[in-house]
């Protein structure tokens, strides 16, 4: 079989029949950027040929200039090996920038793991009561798992681990200062872990890492897609990458605090639907299709070790609620961390991303809707376009004396991520070179003495922001607008739609809450200056951080949250944007800036 030499990782690979190049290398874990699942739609996955053959495909020749290909750039995901190549990988996994915080309602603490300590007297010729009657009279119980029974158990002084007054272990001795979970927030693109003391409450330490499914596609349908046409293995697969993660970080934190994570007692978990399914391994494919039913969105409360997850034995794994296929248990979470059920104004909570969550609650009532902005606002689908790390230009402003960046790391600009295009785009705005229609003007509409006239070229016909200069150029092209702009319209008509539906004008809203990792990110100018938020909120703007892992945080720490959390779930009323009366008129209203 053909051989691939990989000289960026020193790697040599085989290579099966009928396997593209991005399949190889990616089961070979050598790392290749690619958004779209080896659809052929991103154009992100190139790879430089160095030595042998890969005949050119007709989508290489839209996707890669005359010169890229000259040069021997190629899209791994587009090619098949049939003899020894030798490539060079161009991208590396850079350090992202994780949101770990949000902000915390105060709360009484009432966590669902408990301990005691019990003494298990002796039996004697006089009193030969059984183990297990002895337990259940000293831990005040009726009764628990007879398994219990088959580890090896002391008499006198044992701790009682205890989970909603349900008796799940003993320890021998007194470990009663031993008493940990684990607050887990998985996004699509990210997952944040926080070890807490379910003592007093306080967050010990945290980690964050980038969702390892990322390798079937950027966002949640691609993945979906991948699990709908591999039935099979996906299921296990995406679960298996999840799970590891999981225990990765929980690993960690656990080092970072010098405790054993067998006495971690519960992980709470809040993600959207789609990623509750791949965890819990459970088939998401109703999910990507008409009518968007899930198989559950009802809370889950099950042993950690069912699904690999590595704690104490006898440890939970917590699932909060979610509402519908795409209002997950984050929304929920964030929903119930600003306490949008006991609002007596009208209060909008918003969480910006590959999909845009809504929730609206008018004076407690609430309403909601999800609309697809697309990866774009996370980097995405963007000609020069990565995440959040460093490189990645986050800011600019446009100015006579030239384009000022701001850049993630302070070093030289590899690429634009999700602030940065809205920025540019706001600034394309302000300085006249983008009309209403999110086309740019046409250049010889200015002199050639303005100032703006050198930062449009021509490419062909079609007209392109130069962003940086140099032999590899950083440019913002009509595609990249147009990839905005539909996130503008899914997100604006959204949030308009919502509004209409309760019979709430836009003034009268006091209080728009901003949630999420790339919401956090975005300021109002931004926003506000795209058209993505309408410009009567801008001095509404409130921005909460990382509520999703905040909600996993009180479900931690209180019976009673969790509790209120899965009511809520229950009297959020969901709303499907593409089946409402004039939803698509207002969408295309909406793409105007």
Not at 2 to 18: L, Y
Not at 67 to 87: F, H, K, N, Q, W
Not at 322 to 328: L, R, T
Not at 516 to 540: C, R, W
């Amino acid at each position: 079989m053909p051989r691939i030499f990989v000289k960026s990782s020193n790697t040599s690979i085989e290579a099966e029949e009928g396997k593209d190049l991005l399949q190889l290398l990616l089961e070979n874990k050598v790392f290749v950027d690619n958004p779209c699942n080896g659809k052929g739609t991103c154009g992100k996955c190139k790879v430089k040929l160095l030595h042998g053959e890969l005949p050119i495909t007709e989508t290489e020749q839209r996707f890669l200039k005359a010169e890229e290909l000259a040069e021997g750039y190629r899209l791994s995901c587009l090619v098949v090996p049939t003899e020894d190549i030798t490539i060079e990988v161009l991208q590396k996994e850079t350090e992202h920038k994780i949101l770990t915080k949000g902000y915390v309602p105060s709360f009484r603490y009432n966590p669902s793991i408990k301990k005691r300590i019990i003494d298990l007297k002796k039996p004697t010729l006089d009193n030969q009561t059984p183990l297990e009657d002895a337990i259940c009279k000293a831990a005040e119980v009726r009764h628990f798992d007879w398994s219990l029974l088959q580890q090896e158990l002391s008499y006198g002084i044992n701790t009682a681990v205890y989970c909603g007054g349900e008796l799940i272990a003993l320890e021998a001795g007194d470990t009663t200062d031993k008493l940990y979970g684990v607050a887990v927030d998985i996004g699509t693109t990210t997952v944040v872990a926080a070890l807490v003391d379910l003592k007093t409450g306080n967050e010990l330490t945290t980690a964050s890492l980038l969702n390892p499914q990322k390798k079937y596609g950027l966002d949640v349908l691609t993945r979906i897609t991948y699990s709908i046409e591999n039935p099979e293995e996906s299921r296990l697969e995406l679960q298996n990458e999840i799970v590891a993660v999981l225990n990765q970080m929980i690993e960690e934190v656990c080092a970072q605090a010098h405790i054993d994570r067998n006495h971690i007692y519960e992980v709470a978990v809040a993600a959207n639907c789609t990623m509750l399914h791949f965890l819990m391994g459970v088939a998401a494919a109703s999910i990507g299709r008409s009518p968007y039913a899930p198989a559950f969105v009802r809370a889950k409360n099950t042993l950690a070790e069912e699904i690999g997850i590595k704690i104490a034995k006898s440890g939970r794994l917590y699932c909060l609620p979610s509402v519908s296929a795409y209002i997950g248990a984050d929304i929920v979470a964030g929903a119930y961390v600003c306490k949008l059920h006991e609002s007596k104004s009208n209060t909008l909570f918003i969480d910006i991303g590959t999909n845009g969550e809504i929730v609206l609650s008018k004076s407690g009532k609430l309403f909601s809707c999800s609309c697809a902005a697309g990866p774009a606002l996370e980097g995405m689908n963007i000609s020069s376009g990565m995440k959040a790390a460093e490189g990645a230009i986050e800011d600019i402003e446009i100015l006579e004396e030239g384009v000022q960046l701001k850049v993630i790391g302070d070093i030289a600009p590899i690429g634009i991520c999700g602030s940065g295009i809205l920025a540019a785009v706001k600034e394309l705005i302000r300085i006249g070179l983008v009309r209403k229609d999110g086309s740019f003007i046409k250049k010889d509409q200015l002199e050639q003495s303005d100032y703006r006239y050198n930062m449009l070229q021509l490419n062909g016909t079609k007209r392109e922001f130069v962003l940086v200069e140099g032999q590899k150029p950083l440019l913002i092209t009509q595609g990249d607008l147009r990839q905005v702009q539909l996130a503008k319209g899914a997100i604006l008509s959204g949030f308009t739609a919502l509004l209409n539906s309760a019979g709430i004008d836009m003034n009268q809203l006091e209080k728009v809450m901003i949630a999420g990792q790339f919401g956090a990110h975005l300021p109002a100018d931004s926003l506000i200056g795209t058209g993505i938020l309408p410009a009567e909120v801008k001095d509404k703007l409130v921005y909460v951080g990382n509520t999703s892992k905040t909600g996993a945080y009180m479900a931690l720490m209180s019976e009673d949250a969790k509790k209120e959390m899965e009511e809520l779930a229950e009297k959020i009323s969901y709303m499907e944007l593409g089946a409402s009366e004039g939803y698509e008129k207002l969408f295309a209203q909406c793409l105007i800036y």
